[in-house]
Structure formats: C-alpha cells, structure tokens
C-alpha cells in the first residue's frame, strides 16, 4: 500500500525514480564543484539583500512610468536641432551616418534627405530649455523636469527595444521593472498589488503591447503586474459570481487555503504560497479597487487640471489621475502604455494629435503630485523605446514626411524622486544623430532607478538556474550628474 501511495504521489515507477536519482546526483556534485556556494544560500548572503528592505535610505518610494509606445521623434519634441531645417532635403553626409546599421525600411533608400521639424521651438522656464510647441502644458513644468537628451540603445526594432526598457533583457521571460521593485520593495498596501499597469490607445500609427512586458519572468507570480482594464470590471475576474456573497466567498477562501497550505507543506513549492496570496489580494481588492476607480469625488479644479478626458475610463488623461491615486494610495511601481507613436509617414499630422493626448495630463500629474507633497518620493519618467531619424523615411515633403528608427540619441524626461529639477543632461550633434556628451544607456538608466529606491543594482539579484540574474544584467551604472 505505501509502495503503491508513493508511485501514486510522485506519478513515477520505483525503477525510473532510481535511474532519475542518480543523474540528479551527478547534476548536484558537478554544480557543487564548479559553483561551491550554489545550494548553500551564500550567494543572497554575500549579495546582502532580503526582499522588502533597501540597501539604503532611499529617495523615492514608487515610481509611475508614462511611457510612450512607439517611440515619439526627439527632434520634435526637445531636441530642437535648426540645422536641419536649414539644410532641408540635403543628403545626411556620410561622415555622420559612418555606416551604422539601418532598419529594412530605409536601407535601401539611395539617398537620405534630412528634414527639420515642421513645429517650432521656445525656450522656457527659468532654465531657457528647449520644448516644442506641441507641448504648451509640459512647457509650463519644464523646471520640474530632467530632460535627457542622450539616451541611446541597441535595440532597433520595437519589439525588443520595448522589452529591453521594461525587463533589462531584448528577449523574453525577464521580469519586468516594475517586477523587480515588487520584489526588492514589498507592498506599502497590503490591499493594492505592488505592480499595476494600465493602458492607453493614441490616435497614431500603434505598436502592440502585452503581457510578457509586465511579466513575473522567474520570480514569484505575486510580483507579477496587474493590468487595470476601462470596461465596467477595471480588473476581471475579481467580482463575487452570481449568488455569492461575501460571507460565501470568505468561507471559500478559508477551505481554498486550507487545501492550498497542505499542498504547500507536501510539496514546498514556493508557487502554492504565492497562489494563496493572491486569493487574499483578489479579496481584499474588491473592496479597495472599487474606491480607488471612483473620480466622483475629485474636485473640478483637479478635473479642470487633468482635462476633461480624466473622466473617460481609457484615455491616457484618466490613466494619470487613477496613476496619482494608486500611487497616494501605496502602489509601488505604476506603469503607463500609451500606444500610437509610431510615425514611419505623416508625421506632422499624427503627432500633433498624440501630443496633445499626453500633454495635459502628463504636466497634471507632476502639478498634481507636488501639490500633494508627494513629487519629492515618487519618480516620474515620460518616454519610448528609441528614437527617430533625422532624415525623411521614403518620398521626401517638408510637410509631410516619417521617420524611421533612431536607437543611436533620443530624449526622455524624470521628474521627482531625487532628480534634479530644471536640467537638460547629455548632448547629440547639430544633426540629431550622435551622441556628443554624457551618453546614458538603458542599463545605466535602469541601475538610476533602482539607486533612487535604496538598492544597489548590482546587489538586487535573483539565482534562477544557477545563475545570479539581476535588472542591468551584467552592465550599467548609475547617472550621479542628475541626481540631488
């Protein structure tokens, strides 16, 4: 009968258990010989790190990432470059380009026309930066912001530039940032997860997203993020079914985890325990997500603040004020997709209309936050996964042109968080396509991030397969120049 019970348990005969043992063995002394600390828990020991408690003092405690899917053009938004604009249709000169790669779309065009922005350009604020004219509310704010004009990366095409912003990694199965904050930092609600995402479609040219880019990859699933929808369910599945109460759905609950706690115990998978918090977050949020949904009691002047489009559940507008709520309210790590940047043609037309989506609300929500006192800890960031050409993608128009991608200089922005308030960081050449000064990498923009939340990159690590994984990977360091 125990013979019987224990094949039944492990779904395996007593001959192929035995046969499986002895590889394992092997397996285990050879790992223990070429890695001596593997099955000890040294390595987490000697990285100094426990989930939840920061190497040091941090400066933000959250982070809501409004990024821009698709990649809007750096030259028509803050890096005015008038050199362009003189030199409309010149070929770019071959000693800039010097040979660097192309994507399938320009690299068998003959010539390549350069073209300036048909927008103009105004300095602002008490910094005299640069910003375009189709941002007038981000304008306003431009002191509150660190512009970065030297982001680069290797990334050419979307979808792993995409995935290296938001995982550290251009392929799959990473975690996400927002992933490895969960992880790094805990919950400050115990009702909200600690990773929400939320998504928004423009009315340009749109790249997919989806939901490998907020994935848990090798981590526990309770970190993975958790999408809010605009339907009448902003989180689906989370409501009672019909003829449950609450009462009913508790006592469900208690049984599940009773089952679940057992399964734990014979099995140890650290899964199992994470499939029970979940239950209990589902539970708890269905009291909590409601409230936090509801705009009903935001003021007009907030409204007015956010735009009228704050009340249409979807639109980028709602997106920042439900991200100010979750935020004020302990969510860890908010991140934003607005779709539609993708302006390979048309441009001048296109672009106009997805700025004036995000304009508004983007300076609302910075406007908003430090009315609150919350600016000084939670970071802000506003940008895509690369940039754009400084020539004409296919048949060339001044007023009406595309551009291709650009993974070489493009411009992102932060705000709050221990950042430096009204600076412009790095520098590209007159004609918007290298980098002259102060290059950030994405590695380096990601280890910036984790410093500003009290975590050393190189420590936050996770072992997976015998390896020590971290965000940055194997690189990055952290950009001190534009920190307070």
Avoid at 131 to 148: Q, R
Avoid at 179 to 203: H, I, M
Avoid at 457 to 482: K, M, P
Wanted: net charge negative; proline share 5%.
């Amino acid at each position: 009968m125990e013979n019987e019970l224990l094949q039944h348990g492990l779904n395996i005969s007593r001959r192929k258990f035995l046969s499986r043992l002895s590889i394992g063995l092997g397996s285990v002394a050879l790992g223990s010989l070429l890695v001596p600390d593997l099955f000890s828990g040294a390595a987490e020991e000697e990285a100094g790190f426990m989930p939840g408690i920061p190497h040091f003092a941090p400066k933000a405690k959250r982070v809501i990432y409004l990024f821009q899917n698709g990649a809007p053009s750096q030259l028509e938004t803050f890096d005015y470059k008038p050199v362009l604009n003189k030199m409309m249709g010149q070929d770019l000169p071959e000693s800039i380009r010097n040979g660097q790669r192309l994507t399938g779309m320009t690299s068998g065009q003959k010539s390549f026309p350069l073209v300036g922005s048909y927008y103009k350009f105004n300095q602002h604020g008490e910094s005299g930066t640069w910003v375009s004219e189709i941002f007038p509310h981000m304008s306003k704010i431009v002191d509150d912001l660190c512009i970065i004009r030297s982001m680069h990366t290797e990334a050419i095409n979307h979808d792993p530039a995409l995935t290296f912003f938001q995982t550290g990694a251009q392929q799959g199965n990473r975690p996400s940032m927002g992933s490895w904050v969960s992880y790094g930092l805990g919950t400050e609600n115990k009702n909200l997860p600690a990773f929400c995402v939320l998504l928004s479609r423009g009315k340009g040219n749109g790249q997919g997203v989806y939901s490998k880019l907020w994935s848990n990859g090798f981590l526990d699933s309770i970190h993975q993020g958790v999408q809010f929808s605009s339907g009448e369910n902003p989180i689906l599945y989370l409501q009672d079914p019909a003829g449950m109460d609450r009462a009913a759905r508790r006592k469900m609950l208690d049984k599940v985890a009773e089952l679940n706690d057992i399964q734990l115990k014979h099995f140890g998978d650290p899964e199992i325990a994470a499939k029970i918090q979940q239950y209990e977050m589902a539970y708890r949020m269905q009291t909590a997500v409601p409230e936090i949904m509801d705009v009903s009691n935001e003021s007009d002047d907030i409204v007015k603040l956010y735009g009228s489009e704050c009340l249409v559940p979807g639109t980028f507008a709602a997106n920042c004020l439900l991200a100010r709520k979750l935020s004020e309210n302990g969510v860890r790590f908010i991140q934003l997709y607005h779709q539609g940047w993708d302006q390979h043609g048309n441009l001048p037309n296109e672009m106009r209309g997805q700025a004036k989506d995000v304009d508004q609300p983007s300076a609302a929500l910075i406007t908003d936050l430090k009315q609150r006192g919350l600016l000084d800890e939670t970071l802000v960031i506003w940008g895509g996964e690369f940039g754009r050409t400084n020539y004409c993608q296919g048949k060339f128009a001044e007023d009406n042109y595309g551009r291709d991608h650009h993974p070489r200089c493009f411009t992102i922005w932060m705000a709050g968080g221990g950042i430096k308030p009204g600076m412009v960081y790095g520098e590209t050449d007159e004609f918007g396509y290298n980098i002259v000064k102060n290059p950030v990498h994405v590695n380096d923009f990601h280890a910036t991030i984790l410093n500003q939340l009290g975590f050393d990159h190189e420590r936050l690590t996770y072992r997976f397969q015998g390896r020590r994984y971290r965000l940055t990977d194997v690189a990055g360091h952290v950009v001190r120049d534009i920190l307070t």
